[in-house]
């Protein structure tokens, strides 16, 4: 199994980054996927998730209305769409894929947000 996130990188507020997360070893359309986030000093906590089709979406407050999950099932990807950037979304973000049979973690990719 393996959760292989890229995408992120230095942007000033207000910018935009789209965050990947490539999966493999699993059949990922019977998978949740979510992204999650760990700012220094902090727990991770959950951002966004998209159920096993992408039909039904969940987000946190903090980031709803800014961020869009979205996933390719025949491409084995889940996407996150962040906009409007601010230097509170400075973390490393974590992919995850989570059902009955598994829990699994991507390696994470930071995201700096920062003038």
């Known amino acids: 199994v393996q959760l292989v996130e890229s995408g992120g990188g230095l942007v000033q507020p207000g910018g935009s980054l789209r965050l990947s997360c490539a999966a493999s070893g699993f059949t990922f359309s019977s998978y949740a996927m979510s992204w999650f986030r760990q700012a220094p000093g902090k727990e991770r906590e959950f951002v966004a998730g998209a159920s096993s089709s992408g039909g039904v979406t969940k987000y946190a407050d903090s980031v709803k209305g800014r961020f869009t999950i979205s996933r390719d099932n025949a491409k084995n990807t889940v996407f996150l769409q962040m906009n409007t950037l601010k230097p509170d979304d400075t973390a490393v973000y974590y992919c995850?894929?989570?059902?009955?049979?598994?829990?699994?973690w991507g390696q994470g990719t930071q995201v700096t947000v920062s003038s």
């Open positions: 995850n894929a989570r059902n009955w049979a598994g829990n699994y």
